[in-house]
Every structure is written in structure tokens, then in C-alpha cells.
């Protein structure tokens, strides 16, 4: 065994463990991301079987969501550290990962760790593992696919081939931005494939890059045809809340034209930030058309990506989105074609890399990363959702709930517990849709009006939010949210 | 600028001299003698611009020696022995008789180095005799012809009974198998549904198992070989051909008389000195059709005909088996009729062997077609071709799992396959068994990135023929190789042993079971029926659906993969027909299975030549051997 062999788990561990540790610590000051609250939720409602099984196979995007379940099961103890485990177990590896190709790639004795430390500390590499396990894993294919898009060109690999092609379907089946990312990489695959493949057989070079995501979707499409009765109908237990979009999305084209587009150009300034050894190596790679194609395809695609995602209403917070230039800068690192073993200008420019990165995540005014830069300053920090907070803390001192969890599973994070609540699945909730409301203490309806639209009880109830239910008693009122509660028989 | 050696350019001034070649034949001998690095008298031969009898008569008149006709006047078998059947074969020279009390001694190479030759082998008394090398060939095969011919059948079967494939199943095998069926009958009348359920499970993770090592293996094997190959390439260069080992090339044939243009022609362009090449095209003695054809092409000259006596079981292995005896090689490969090696192979072969370790026994080379854009079957058959040889036997070798070797150009070190008494005769897949066997005996097997040109299949029924045959083949590898699971696994490894069982009983077994799965989704697919929900408990349902649908999109990822490479791209699209390919396969399985009981040993002959591109390659093999 090399040493490199033996100090990778090594780095593995020390990163996680660290990771962990800052998450916890941001916990205790009271961070947990919105998305990984819905995730907990959905987790809880998960091993508690208030989501059908069949359900759960075809959630999207499954791969956090049954990595978590899976954690779970295993480690009930966990509680709700579960996903921030998680996360920092993936991020861990991912450093290890990170290191292990630097040392292999001839980085020196302390070059490699320098460089991993840089990449693993960057500020918007942490708000990623604080996002939760769904953003470290499109850390993951991003990482995976610019390896694949350095070296396909190059080298002429099948195993670069099957990294882009694996890292499509990582980042398709991360998070839903990592469909917009997938749908962006199309016509920067063409920079990257050898270009006698390319002429000789252009469709059949695409064919073979996008077959496993193609076959993945169908795949899902066919499973969720099976069990859900509908080749879309993961689509009806999608909403922005569970698809880990937070409580909006941090655009808005419609109602502010242009403008709307601030957090986007944002974000793509960010990539740049974030990552100035592409930018660099894009200038010092003329002559070498395999690595400056490549470096270009990929700025292209992330850039892209971000104004696509802000064109279809999918964009996260800019921090989020920036960071994705974190990987691709430990690519960049790994691919260097100059300057070996010092790699001096490599550690100064991933240095850069994370001062633009700081600067960025200042500048970040996204409610997410407000609550994350708050929490890391150790400053209190306000809930991701307080209409959601307040929704569990009344529900907290109640059971036999009539509540379409699936629709605000942070709400079940919250609350702690899935137990006491009659989700969709459950006998007391299709006995309320025949119409009389079951057995149920209380009855939780969100506003067919807001922005997310009527919730199951609503679909069920259409007047229910608006003019409550005979015996029944309205105990909280938002304007996303109310909840009756069953009017107690005075004793005689 | 190379010149003729002072015997051949004396022999030519002395032909020319007495009339029997024109001074143009001559010129143009001498250059092709240069330019295939062979002797003159053979070219004079092969072109038949002189008769044997003539040329060797003439030779023994100027040495003033008997010119003798070994066929009419047989050598004394009392006066040859076995062991030294090599230096007969190499230096075309034999005992022949004791006349007057005096040995005489026969060589078809008269001149200064077969006397010292002979003066050191038999002593300064003996007496000299010319023949015709066709004679000294042919009368040596003659007399051990039935030794030879029994040896080539029962040689492994005799001293390794325990690596043979002569017995079908042992005795412990058939008394595993009937107690394994009986348990399950017992379980099945007791807990039909939960034994179904075990089944089902077991079946579905060889299933899991099978795939997830096929990818294993594509990603092993893809990481180094671009940096091998331009290693050995630049070793090439570097090569003398002084230094270069003599190589016994076998060509095992029966009735392909069509295809002997394509062979020659390809040998003939062999980037390796002819004088260092010992050629043998093996032919059954019936096949006077195949015999007569070499023989018209004047074949004889270059190459060494070997007849093999009849005998059963009539398969190519018995046929290398007691040709390999003749050979005179240090290395020994074995191409097909219709093989088109590529020129450098045996120079990068030579190569890998002098940077391998001594225990490297062998190298394969990759195979491929030449009428890979026939029709679809072709098409999938290269895809095929392309995804064992170029990714996963690399990958085999990168995890050091046991490589079964493919049809032909396999290499190897005679001294090894001497060791290994060579082929199973009795395995109709006798060299993936003799890959397995080396390693087992603590020999490995390399691979090397040349590629030998066949022609695919361009029928179905044909394909179904020759691919029941390897799946039957692999059934007596795995058969044979598994009778002592606990050596197999000391001597292979534990990846080693996981590698042969998924590698080899995964592909068999696979093809068997996969018609039964179809046919359960597809039952379950259009009736939609519940009666088959008791066998599929929820996690094996989705054990079952994840095999299902990332196992065939894995598969058909893979057969996609399989032409980058070679950048044959435009490929790729039918591996999205690869369904009608798998069927296929599970049809040869369930043929191959069938006659492992009722025909084992049946060795199921594929047509070759039925291509076009066979005939055009033909045409234009002819075309350029009258260039030439």
C-alpha cells in the first residue's frame, strides 16, 4: 500500500469529522438549512411509513433523500443530525477524493495538503455541506464530470467517458438545479470530445455520453409508471418545498424584469470568483487545445447554467451556485499543466479562489446564506421559515393531525416527530376525503392562494382555509397556513 | 543494403548456370528472398520456377551425395528418437538408414552447417544423402504419427486427468447436483413460495454480482493502456532482427480451401523474417479438398503442411495438439484460415514477453472483424468482439483474474504448453480452459494491443451454431476448473475465483437465465397479474427492478463504450438493438447446455467464407500475391 493509499482515509476522516463539527456547531446556534429540515422532515415521515414506500422510490431527486432514509434506519439514534452526517460524511470523502488525485497527479509532500485545505475550507464549499447532502453530491458530479471533460480529449479513455457520463447522471439526480446543469452541458460536450469521433459519428458520440442520464430518466419515469400509475407522477409530490428550493426561488423574472436577474449574474461573477485557476488556465493553456477547450467548456457550462436556471425560476442562492466553481477549481488544480512539484502559482491562485469566495459569500443576500454567514459569525439566527416554525410549534402540543406532511415536511422537522399526524397514506386521511374529516383533532389547510397553491387537505377541503369546518376552532392563521382544532365537548 | 547469403547466391549462379532458372527469375528471387527474409531455394519453390526433384537432385549432384526420395525409401523409425523430433523439424535433417554399417543421415539443406550439424549429432562417420524438405517433414510425421496421434488426444487425459474435460461431471459433481436437487424438492413440497423467494433472491444477486464486476472490470481495464501499448511500440523499434526467437505459427483448417489466399497473403505480410517463422498449416488427412488447394498455391514452399491422422474427437485442439509436436519455435501462436494479423504482432509480442516476468506464459492479442459493416449482425458481433477484447480481458488482466483466452492468436512459450501437455481436446473452448489452467499453475497471461482480423459471422443460424459451442465450451471450463473449489481459490486468489465464476459462469448462466426473467416481466408486463406478487417480496421487487433496469442499461452502456476505442463510432447507435443479440445468446446457451449432456464433445463447426467481404478479401488476396 502507497502512503498516498494510507493518508487518504486519513484526510477522509479529518475532513469529515470537521465538517461535522462546524455543522453542529452552526446547529447549536440554531442553522439548519432550510432544505435539510425538509429533507429530516421527509426522512421522518419516511421511517414512520407515513410516505408509502412506492412514494419514496419515486421522489425526486431521490439520491439524498434515500441516502438519508438509509442513515436512519441504520443509526435511529442520530435524530436530526442525520442529514448534517450525511452531508459531511460526503464531503469528507469528496476531500479525500480531492487530495488523493492531487497527490497522484504529482503534488508535492505539502503542495497536496495545502491545495486540499484550500478547496476544503472554502467558504462556499462549507454553505454547500451546510445546504445539505443534495448540494455536496452535485459537488460531486461536477467534480467527477470536469475530470472526465479535462482528460476525454486527451487521452482518449473509455473511463472518462463513463466518469462524464456517471457524473450526468449524479447531477440529475442530485437536485433540481442539476437538471438545468444537465440540460446546460450539451453543447460543451462538443468542445470536449476528440474531434475525429465527433466527425466521423456526431450523433453517436452524444449518444454514448448521454445514454446513462437518458436511460436513468426513463428508468425513473418507468418506475414511477409503475408504482405511481403516471410516467409524471413524481411531479404530484414535487413541490419548491420538497425539491430543497427553499421558501422561493431567489429570482423573479416576471415581476422584476431585468433585475430579477441580479442574484443570477451574481452567482456567474461568483463562479469566476470562486474559481480564478480556470480563468487562468484558459489563458496559459494556448497551444494545448485539449486542456483550454475543456477549461472553456466548463466555465461555459456553469455560467450558462446559472442563467438558464435563472431563466426557468430554478435558482438557488447565489452562494449555492458559486461554489460550484470549488470543484472545478480542485480540477483545475489536478489538471495544471505547468509548474511541478511547487505548484506555488497553483496554491496562490486556489488562495484567490477563496478570497473571492469570502467576498462572495458576503455579498450574498439570499435569506439562506444570511441565516448561514449568521450563524457562522455566531450571531443568532432566525428560522428559514417562521410561518413553517411557528406551524410546528403549534402542532407540537397536538396529535391526531389531518396534514398533508409531504407538502411542508419541514414542518415535520420542526415539530420533531412524525408520529400523531394522519399524513396522505394514511387510513384516517382517504377516510377525510370521502368527506367527513375522519377522526382528526386537527385539520392543517396551507392558502390555495400562495405561491405553492392548495396542499391535499385543500384539494380536499376547497373551502376549508378560507371558512374553516363545523366544530371546529381556528388555532393559527398565516397567510400561508391555518389550523383548526376539533372544539372540546364542554364536560357536563 | 542487405545481401544473399554466399550459399543461396552461389546456389543461384549454379541454378542459372545449369540452365533450370532464367537470370530474371533469379533478379527477382534474390529481391524476394531479401524482401521476405526467407532463403532463395524456398522462393525459387514457392513460385515453382524450379521443380522440387529437380532443384534437390541437382543439389546432391554437386556435392556428389545420393539424392533420395524419402516417401519411396522411408527412414529407419529404430534409428529416430522422439525427444529430438524438434532438431529434425528445425534443422531438416534425419538418421535415414544403415547401410553397409555405415548411418547415413538425410538433409534437405546441404551445406557447410548441416555437416557440422551432423558431424556433432552423429559423429564424423556417418554418410550424407540429400532429400526434399517436403520429405524430411512428411516422413518424420509418418513414423510418429500414431504416437503423436494418440498423445494429441489423451496426453492431458493420461498425466492431468484432473484438468480434463474427458469426464463430463465427476462422480462428487452428479452426487452434489442430485442432493442439491433434492433438497430443493424437499423445500419446494414443504415452503414452495419461500424456496421460490431464495431462488428468485440467489438468482437476482448473481444477477447484481454479474454486472457490477462487468463494470468493474471496463474501469479497470481502461485506466493503463494507452501507456502500455506505447511502451511496447517504442520496444519494437528497437528491435534486431538477429535477435528476434524463431516462431512456429500453427493454422488449424478443415475444408476451407477458399480462404488459404487471405492466409497466405497475411502471413506472407508478417513483419518477422521469414527464415525465423515456422509455418504449419494443419489439415485433417481426409481433407484432400483443403490439401490439394495449399498444395496448387504452392504453399508447400513457405509453409509446412501438417496432416493429422484421423482420430476422435475431431476438434481443432487435437489438431494443435499434434502439430505443436513438430514445432520448432521458441513462441507459438495459432491464427485462423481467414486471420488477418496485424504485421508488427509477433515483434510486440516478443516484446511483451522480454519485459514480462518468467511466469508469463502467455500473450493474447485482440481479435476483431474485417466485415464489421456487413449487416447487423456483423455489427453487434463487433461490438461484441470489442467489448471483451479491448475492455474486459484488459481488465481481467489489471485484477489478475484468470484470462480465458480467446479463439486464436493466443502466444505462447513452448517450453509452458509443453509443460501444460497444451490443449484439452476434449473442451470444444480448449483455450479459455488452457487460460484458466496457466493460471492455476502459477502462470500468467498479458495482453498485447494488436489485432488479428477475422471474418464475423454474417448469419444467425451459423452464430448460434458457433456461439453454442463457446458456451458449451465454458460449461467444461467451469466444470472442470471448479471440481476443487478450495485449489481454485489458493491458486487464483479470491478475485481471482470471484473473477472466474462471474466472468465465466456468468456468462453461461446468464444466457440460461435470462429467458426466464424475460418471460416472468413479460407475463407480469401484459396481464398485469398479482399471482406472481408472493415471489417478489417489496425488496426483492426492487432488487429485481434495479437488475432489470440498471443491469440492461449498463450492459447497453458498455456495448457502447466497446468501438470508442477503435473509433468506430458509428456502432454505437445498435447497441440500442442489443435485445435481439442477447436472445440470441440465450438460444446458443440453451443449444450449448443441450449438447453438453446428449454431445460433449461434438465439436460444432463454423462456416467460414460465407462473408463478401471474405470473397472481395480473397480477390484481392489473390491479386496480390500475382503482384508479388
Known amino acids: 500500500m502507497t502512503r498516498n493509499r494510507l493518508?487518504?482515509?486519513?484526510?477522509?476522516?479529518?475532513?469529515?469529522?470537521?465538517?461535522?463539527?462546524?455543522?453542529?456547531?452552526?446547529?447549536?446556534?440554531?442553522?439548519?438549512?432550510?432544505?435539510?429540515?425538509?429533507?429530516?422532515?421527509?426522512?421522518?415521515?419516511?421511517?414512520?411509513?407515513?410516505?408509502?414506500?412506492?412514494?419514496?422510490?419515486?421522489?425526486?431527486?431521490?439520491?439524498?433523500?434515500?441516502?438519508?432514509?438509509?442513515l436512519a434506519s441504520l443509526f435511529p439514534w442520530l435524530g436530526p443530525t442525520t442529514p448534517s452526517l450525511l452531508a459531511a460524511m460526503l464531503g469528507g470523502v469528496l476531500v479525500g477524493g480531492w487530495f488523493a488525485t492531487l497527490r497522484d497527479n504529482g503534488f508535492g509532500r505539502w503542495a497536496a495538503p495545502a491545495a486540499t485545505l484550500l478547496l476544503g475550507a472554502n467558504p462556499l464549499f462549507l454553505r454547500a455541506v451546510a445546504e445539505g447532502p443534495a448540494f455536496v453530491l452535485l459537488h460531486w458530479g461536477v467534480w467527477l464530470l470536469a475530470l472526465g471533460m479535462f482528460q476525454l480529449r486527451r487521452g482518449h479513455r473509455v473511463n472518462d467517458i463513463i466518469l462524464i457520463a456517471l457524473a450526468l447522471v449524479l447531477i440529475g439526480l442530485s437536485h433540481p438545479l442539476g437538471l438545468v446543469l444537465t440540460f446546460a452541458v450539451l453543447p460543451f460536450l462538443a468542445l470536449v470530445m476528440p474531434p475525429d469521433r465527433l466527425r466521423d459519428a456526431p450523433a453517436a458520440a452524444f449518444l454514448v455520453l448521454l445514454f446513462p442520464l437518458l436511460f436513468t430518466a426513463a428508468s425513473f419515469l418507468y418506475v414511477n409508471w409503475i408504482f405511481g400509475g403516471a410516467p409524471l407522477h413524481f411531479l404530484d409530490t414535487l413541490s419548491r418545498e420538497t425539491a430543497g428550493l427553499g421558501t422561493g426561488a431567489e429570482t423573479n423574472l416576471a415581476d422584476?424584469?431585468?433585475?430579477?436577474?441580479?442574484?443570477?449574474?451574481?452567482?456567474?461573477?461568483?463562479?469566476?470568483?470562486?474559481?480564478?485557476?480556470?480563468?487562468?488556465?484558459?489563458v496559459r493553456t494556448s497551444g494545448m487545445p485539449p486542456l483550454r477547450f475543456a477549461v472553456l467548456a466548463l466555465l461555459g457550462w456553469l455560467v450558462s447554467a446559472t442563467i438558464l436556471a435563472a431563466l426557468f425560476d430554478l435558482l438557488p442562492s447565489p452562494a449555492l451556485v458559486a461554489g460550484l466553481g470549488v470543484p472545478l477549481a480542485a480540477a483545475c488544480a489536478v489538471r495544471w499543466p505547468h509548474e511541478r512539484p511547487a505548484r506555488r502559482e497553483t496554491l496562490l491562485l486556489l488562495l484567490a479562489g477563496m478570497i473571492g469566495a469570502l467576498v462572495l459569500s458576503m455579498a450574498d443576500d439570499s435569506s439562506e446564506t444570511h441565516r448561514w454567514r449568521r450563524a457562522a459569525l455566531g450571531q443568532p439566527v432566525p428560522p428559514p421559515d417562521p410561518d413553517l416554525a411557528e406551524l410546528a410549534v403549534v402542532l407540537k402540543q397536538h396529535d391526531g393531525i389531518l396534514f398533508d406532511a409531504e407538502a411542508a415536511p419541514a414542518v415535520v422537522a420542526l415539530r420533531g416527530r412524525a408520529a400523531g399526524i394522519f399524513s396522505a397514506e394514511t387510513q384516517a386521511f382517504q377516510l377525510a376525503g370521502l368527506g367527513s374529516g375522519g377522526d382528526a383533532k386537527v385539520l392543517v389547510v396551507r392558502n390555495h392562494a400562495s405561491s405553492f397553491g392548495s396542499d391535499r387537505i385543500g384539494r380536499m377541503f376547497p373551502?376549508?382555509?378560507?371558512?374553516?369546518?363545523?366544530?371546529?376552532?381556528?388555532v393559527f392563521d398565516s397567510e400561508r397556513w391555518r389550523v383548526y382544532a376539533r372544539r372540546e365537548k364542554a364536560p357536563l | 543494403m542487405a545481401e544473399l547469403t554466399a550459399s543461396d547466391s552461389w546456389t543461384g549462379d549454379f541454378l542459372a548456370e545449369q540452365g533450370l532458372i532464367t537470370l530474371a527469375q533469379l533478379n527477382e528471387a534474390s529481391s524476394l528472398a531479401l524482401r521476405w527474409g526467407t532463403s532463395l531455394p524456398d522462393v525459387l519453390l514457392a513460385r515453382s520456377w524450379i521443380d522440387a526433384d529437380t532443384y534437390y537432385a541437382t543439389l546432391a549432384a554437386r556435392f556428389g551425395m545420393d539424392y533420395v526420395r524419402l516417401r519411396d525409401t522411408p527412414p529407419d523409425p529404430a534409428l529416430l528418437r522422439e525427444s529430438d523430433v524438434t532438431n529434425y523439424m528445425r534443422e531438416l535433417t534425419v538418421p535415414w538408414q544403415v547401410r553397409d554399417g555405415r548411418l547415413h543421415i538425410a538433409t534437405a539443406r546441404p551445406g557447410p552447417e548441416a555437416i557440422v550439424y551432423i558431424r556433432r549429432t552423429w559423429g564424423p562417420e556417418v554418410a550424407l544423402v540429400v532429400t526434399t524438405k517436403p520429405d524430411v517433414q512428411r516422413a518424420v510425421q509418418d513414423i510418429y504419427s500414431e504416437r503423436f496421434s494418440h498423445a494429441a488426444v489423451f496426453d492431458l487425459a493420461e498425466r492431468d486427468p484432473v484438468m480434463s474435460a474427458q469426464t463430463v461431471f465427476t462422480p462428487g459433481q452428479l452426487l452434489f447436483g442430485w442432493a442439491a436437487a433434492t433438497v430443493g424438492a424437499i423445500a419446494l413440497a414443504l415452503h414452495p413460495i419461500a424456496t421460490l423467494i431464495v431462488l428468485n433472491l440467489i438468482m437476482s444477486l448473481f444477477y447484481l454480482g454479474n454486472f457490477v464486476f462487468k463494470a468493474i472490470l471496463i474501469w479497470a481495464g481502461g485506466s493503463q493502456q494507452h501507456a502500455r501499448a506505447r511502451e511496447i511500440e517504442s520496444a519494437v523499434r528497437m528491435l534486431r532482427d538477429e535477435d528476434l526467437p524463431i516462431y512456429t505459427v500453427l493454422v488449424p483448417m478443415f475444408r476451407e480451401p477458399d480462404v488459404l489466399p487471405i492466409l497466405a497473403n497475411a502471413l506472407r505480410k508478417l513483419d518477422y523474417p521469414t527464415s525465423k517463422l515456422d509455418i504449419k498449416i494443419v489439415l485433417e488427412e481426409g481433407d484432400h479438398e483443403t490439401i490439394d488447394a495449399a498444395v496448387r498455391l504452392g504453399l508447400e514452399g513457405i509453409f509446412e503442411i501438417i496432416r493429422v491422422p484421423p482420430s476422435q474427437p475431431q476438434t481443432k485442439p487435437k489438431a494443435c495438439n499434434y502439430a505443436f509436436r513438430f514445432a520448432r519455435g521458441d513462441y507459438l501462436v495459432i491464427f485462423d484460415a481467414e486471420d488477418k494479423p496485424e504485421p508488427d504482432q509477433l515483434k510486440k509480442v516478443v516484446v511483451a514477453f522480454n519485459q514480462s516476468p518468467d511466469n508469463v506464459a502467455c500473450v493474447q492479442c485482440r481479435l476483431n472483424y474485417y466485415n464489421r459493416d456487413e449487416n447487423w449482425l456483423t455489427r453487434m458481433f463487433t461490438l461484441d468482439y470489442s467489448l471483451w477484447f479491448d475492455l474486459m480481458l484488459p481488465g481481467l488482466e489489471q485484477l489478475r483474474v484468470p484470462i480465458p483466452l480467446g479463439g486464436t492468436s493466443n502466444h505462447f512459450r513452448m517450453d509452458v504448453l509443453r509443460e501444460l501437455h497444451a490443449w484439452d481436446p476434449f473442451n470444444v473452448t480448449e483455450d479459455a480452459d488452457l487460460g484458466i489452467r496457466m493460471t492455476q499453475k502459477g502462470y500468467e497471461v498479458r495482453l498485447v494491443d494488436s489485432t488479428t482480423f477475422e471474418e464475423a459471422n454474417v448469419s444467425q443460424k451459423n452464430w448460434v451454431r458457433q456461439r453454442s459451442r463457446w458456451i458449451k465450451g465454458y460449461m467444461q471450463t467451469f466444470l472442470v476448473h471448479i471440481r476443487r473449489p478450495v485449489h481454485l481459490l489458493r491458486t487464483t486468489g479470491t478475485l481471482g475465483a470471484l473473477g472466474f465464476v462471474f466472468f465465466i459462469g456468468g456468462t453461461m448462466l446468464s444466457g440460461l437465465l435470462n429467458p426466464v426473467f424475460w418471460a416472468i416481466f413479460a407475463i407480469w408486463a401484459i396481464t398485469q397479474t398479482t399471482a406472481l406478487d408472493s415471489l417478489f417480496p417489496p425488496i426483492l421487487l426492487y432488487l429485481a427492478l434495479f437488475n432489470l433496469l440498471a443491469g440492461n442499461g449498463l450492459f447497453m452502456f458498455l456495448m457502447m463504450l466497446a468501438p470508442f476505442r477503435r473509433r468506430w463510432l458509428q456502432l454505437t447507435p445498435f447497441s440500442l438493438t442489443v435485445i435481439w443479440y442477447w436472445a440470441l445468446m440465450s438460444a446458443a446457451a440453451w443449444k450449448g447446455a443441450w449438447q453438453l449432456v446428449t454431445k460433449p464433445f461434438y465439436w460444432e463447426k463454423t462456416h467460414h467464407g460465407l462473408s463478401k467481404h471474405t470473397a472481395a478479401e480473397v480477390a484481392q488476396a489473390v491479386r496480390e500475391q500475382q503482384a508479388a
Do not use: K
Not at chain 1, 469529522?17 to 452552526?26: E, F, S
Not at chain 1, 373551502?463 to 381556528?474: A, K, T
Open chain 1, 7 to 70: 493518508w487518504t482515509p486519513a484526510v477522509m476522516l479529518l475532513a469529515g469529522t470537521a465538517l461535522l463539527a462546524l455543522l453542529l456547531a452552526l446547529q447549536a446556534r440554531g442553522h439548519v438549512s432550510g432544505s435539510g429540515l425538509d429533507l429530516w422532515g421527509r426522512t421522518l415521515l419516511a421511517n414512520a411509513r407515513l410516505i408509502a414506500i412506492d412514494d419514496i422510490l419515486t421522489a425526486f431527486p431521490p439520491l439524498s433523500y434515500l441516502g438519508s432514509i438509509v
Open chain 1, 256 to 282: 422584476d424584469g431585468l433585475r430579477g436577474l441580479h442574484p443570477a449574474l451574481l452567482a456567474a461573477i461568483g463562479i469566476i470568483a470562486a474559481c480564478p485557476i480556470g480563468v487562468s488556465m484558459f
Open chain 1, 463 to 474: 373551502e376549508l382555509y378560507d371558512l374553516g369546518r363545523p366544530g371546529y376552532v381556528r
